[in-house]
């Protein structure tokens, strides 16, 4: 809708200069993309130190770098820089955008402030995931509030979003050997220490809370490393695990992900090998999966309702999605997989079968960039995100512009609690807790 928008604005010669700000890099990347996909009059650039001097170098001394049109996108907190601040509030931008508005505090705040006070822009677009009225929004005196698909119009007026978000929570109960397995876990976990445990800790969480097959594996592959003597560095972890996390840009316990680069030698006991068997020898001694069988149980009520229904499991690990895919198949043939550890090909290929075909399509966080699932009659969380900004991401992909009919979100809820983060994530997700 970005590039829709300002498109619209320069076909109809309103803007020259915008200015895009950013919080998070996934979300510069995504607005240069969409900008340069629908915008071919005005140059789009990302400003970052390299292209700054560039622009400085190509005007005379005491002339802004800003003078020409440009669709600026830059991240915040470089702009905050005094001498890029500096040069920033100088121009009369025709089309300020900030993303993330909700995290406009301290000096990202006072940046947009100094735009507005300075050189006011004709057009200020906030975009926030947040309930408007707090004090992010305090310093814009004239503020015309938009509830997201409410509100929003095309350019004839007519609503731009017709559909109504339901959402469900099924409560399933962990068996006493899931819970006995959990807590040992959770008892492991807490004797970590070093620069690094924090990091382990939401990791291992963060597997245990999306699957007991995701859990199994990244216990399995540190049982070998400590086997053999290597070292714990973040090679320990499961690919998939820090690529999931990296998207969130934040763990299950809030730890920064630039632990990522550190030692991961947690400093447990010396018999730590022990207890990570001992761990493993608990997962094989469930008798079955209680999420999975909820999820099963789900799917099979979805489907005496309306089978022609097309489903799309959201689940953050590549591991839960082969294994949801493994354990789905056996009764429909219509499940399609689509994780970061398929080829382009193989994506693809799921892609135009679930096209054609419909049925149930389950996908890992790592291949959501991108996808238009406007199409999709229900979506199920398998696992809830630590991140609600990931959550949000889920339902944009089902609530598409064009859609006519309600979007259905499931989710999943422990009724025994046994790990923490998860009553915290289904929270912050907006998910109620009655079924």
């Known amino acids: 809708m970005l590039g829709v928008l300002v ?11 915008a200015l895009f700000l950013t919080t998070r890099v996934e979300l510069q990347m995504q607005s240069l993309t969409v900008l340069r996909r629908y915008v071919e009059d005005i140059p789009v650039i990302e400003v970052d130190a390299q292209s700054y001097r560039q622009l400085q170098a190509s005007v005379e001394l005491g002339v802004s770098p800003w003078s020409e049109p440009v669709l600026a996108v830059a991240n915040i907190d470089f702009t905050k820089r005094e001498h890029i601040a500096e040069s920033l509030v100088e121009v009369e931008w025709d089309l300020i955008v900030v993303h993330d508005a909700q995290r406009l505090v301290g000096l990202r705040k006072s ?13 200020l677009l906030l975009v926030s995931g947040i309930t408007p009225g707090t004090d992010a929004f305090d310093f814009v005196p004239d503020l015309q509030i938009i509830e997201w698909k409410h509100d929003v119009v095309d350019w004839d007026g007519n609503p731009l979003f017709t ?18 397995l959990l807590n040992d876990l959770t008892e492991f976990l807490r004797q970590m220490s070093g620069p690094g445990a924090s990091l382990q800790r939401s990791l291992l969480l963060r597997a245990a809370s999306s699957s007991l097959y995701a859990l199994e594996r990244s216990l399995r592959r540190r049982r070998n490393r400590l086997a053999h003597g290597m070292p714990l560095d973040h090679s320990a972890i499961d690919e998939d695990l820090l690529e999931a996390a990296s998207l969130a840009r934040v763990s299950a316990e809030g730890a920064d992900l630039e632990d990522a680069s550190l030692d991961l030698d947690g400093g447990v006991s010396p018999d730590e090998l022990g207890i990570v068997e001992s761990l493993i020898e608990g997962l094989d001694r469930i008798p079955s999966d209680t999420k999975l069988q909820a999820l099963i149980s789900l799917m099979e009520r979805l489907a005496s309702r309306d089978s022609s229904s097309r489903v799309c499991i959201f689940a953050s690990l590549a591991a839960t999605v082969s294994y949801l895919y493994s354990s789905l198949k056996e009764t429909r043939p219509d499940v399609y997989q689509l994780a970061g550890s398929m080829s382009h090909e ?28 406007a199409e999709v009659d229900i979506g199920i969380n398998y696992d809830l995100p630590p991140n609600p900004i990931e959550m949000e991401r889920r339902w944009a992909l089902i609530a598409r512009p064009r859609r006519t009919s309600p979007c259905i979100m499931y989710a999943f809820r422990d009724g025994s609690a046994t790990i923490p983060f998860e009553e915290k994530a289904l929270r912050l997700s907006g998910f109620s807790k009655k079924r």
């Not at 498109?7 to 200069?17: D, G, K, N, V, Y």
């Not at 940046?111 to 057009?123: E, F, G, S, T």
């Not at 054609?356 to 238009?372: K, M, P, Y």
């Open 7 to 17: 498109s619209q604005l320069i076909a109809e010669h309103r803007i020259e200069r």
């Open 111 to 123: 940046l947009v402030q100094r735009l507005m006070d300075r050189k006011a822009p004709n057009r």
């Open 163 to 180: 559909t109504l978000r339901e959402q469900h929570v099924i409560t399933y109960n962990r068996t006493e050997e899931e819970k006995a």
């Open 346 to 373: 193989e994506r693809v290929w799921s892609l135009h079968q679930f096209a054609e075909t419909g049925g149930v399509l389950i996908v890992s966080s790592a291949c959501l960039t991108g996808l238009d699932l």
